[in-house]
């Protein structure tokens, strides 16, 4: 038991420190703005899917860096997909936001070739040309697997009151608790700093803290901490 959840945190640490750059860039933060899969928004659907990469590709002796970070973003489309048609007349939102999402990475990131075409070749076989290399083939299977299973937690959560449809959402239910689903950082590594202040897609530099917040400027103390011991 000691040994199994040294390797899982051995492995979550590899495969943070994979990701570590762009879970917290501006751009990739704004995913959270739109909805993926009923109640998942983007960004934590691409947390799931680099997640999975990462496990599979590693076991299999392939590329799990360049898998881990493509799949973080292989949908940074950045746009709601729901009125996306209706705004633009584009009404192949699965064939052509691999192409938007690969442009937004190149703008921001360096990208490999292997994680050039885990972006754009994701939705294979939608995608003209088939992938070239391993992983791609991977992501195709993991992204899959995750929309999939984050759309059954959704209707196992929704249906579970429901009289007729109890069964299915208890059944449903117990499909989603095999699956090591993520909502924030924190799940892969507890002891990280707090990410609540990403639950908008502002950038960190953008914040401050509240005056009250009790913390004097330029120190490390706490105002008033330790003063009450010195008294004495």
């Known amino acids: 038991m000691r040994r199994e959840r040294y390797e899982k945190n051995k492995r979550n640490r590899e495969f943070y420190d994979c990701i570590r750059d762009i879970v917290r860039h ?11 899969h009923c109640d998942t928004d983007c960004y934590e659907h691409c947390l799931n899917v680099a997640y999975q990469n990462f496990c599979i590709c590693q076991r299999l002796g392939l590329d799990a860096r360049s898998a881990a970070r493509g799949g973080m973003l292989h949908d940074l489309f950045l746009y ?3 009125t996306h048609s209706r705004k633009t007349g584009d009404r192949l939102h699965a064939i052509t ?22 972006i ?12 070239r290399y391993p992983e791609t083939y991977v992501i195709c299977l993991t992204d899959k697997y995750c929309g999939s299973m984050e759309i059954l937690d ?6 579970k009151n429901r009289k007729l449809a109890a069964p299915l959402a208890r059944a449903m239910e117990r ?5 090591p689903r993520i ?3 924190q799940e892969i590594l507890p002891e990280l700093d707090s990410m609540d202040s990403a639950a908008v897609w502002e950038s960190f530099s953008r914040k401050r803290r509240h005056p009250s ?13 330790g003063q009450g011991r010195a008294k004495a």
């Open 26 to 36: 501006p751009a990739v933060l704004r995913m959270k703005k739109y909805a993926q």
């Open 80 to 82: 709601d997909w729901r």
């Open 97 to 118: 936001h691999p192409v938007a999402a690969y442009r937004n990475a190149r703008k921001y990131f360096h990208l490999n070739p292997v994680e050039r075409e885990v």
């Open 120 to 131: 754009a070749k994701h939705m294979w076989p939608l995608s003209v040309f088939p992938p």
């Open 154 to 159: 959704h209707y196992s959560r929704k249906w």
């Open 175 to 179: 499909a989603v608790k095999k699956y």
């Open 183 to 185: 909502r924030q950082l």
């Open 213 to 225: 917040a009790g913390w004097s400027q330029g120190s490390g103390r706490r105002r008033g901490f």
